[in-house]
Nanobody, 122 residues
Framework: QVQLVESGGGLVQAGGSLRLSCAAS????????MGWFRQAPGKEREFVGAIRRSGDRYYADSVKGRFTISRDNAKNTVYLQMNTLKPEDTAVYCC????????????????WGQGTQVTVSS
């Protein structure tokens, strides 16, 4: 089982940037499909994007062109670079690991971090 810990959240003004980190222990991240999800108060958990074992990435339409996922195998860490942030990006962001090769539903991911809060002010 891989353990995941997110960091890097905070308060930022609209138009600003943040980079979230997801550090793993117990297993190598390179062996998983790694996803990012977010959940705003009163809303369901939403898929943000994912990076496949091959390094291919895919994103939700709401963040495409603004968010970028990357992976550093040496540090066993996955990142979510968020640019041009909007107030509607405010949520708790979680990373998750899956054995699948492609997935975007929370049920497809078996290991989760505790999440980090991102708040974007207008």
């Amino acid at each position: 089982q891989v353990q995941l810990v997110e960091s890097g959240g905070g308060l930022v003004q609209a138009g600003g940037s943040l980079r979230l980190s997801c550090a793993a222990s117990g297993r190598a991240l390179s062996g998983y499909l790694m996803g990012w999800f977010r959940q705003a108060p009163g809303k369901e958990r939403e898929f943000v994007g994912a990076i496949r074992r091959s390094g291919d990435r895919y994103y939700a339409d709401s963040v495409k062109g603004r968010f970028t996922i990357s992976r550093d195998n040496a540090k066993n860490t996955v990142y979510l670079q968020m640019n041009t942030l909007k107030p509607e990006d405010t949520a708790v962001y979680c990373c998750a690991a899956s054995f699948k090769s492609y997935a975007y539903t929370p049920a497809s991911f078996g290991s989760w971090g505790q999440g980090t809060q991102v708040t974007v002010s207008s």
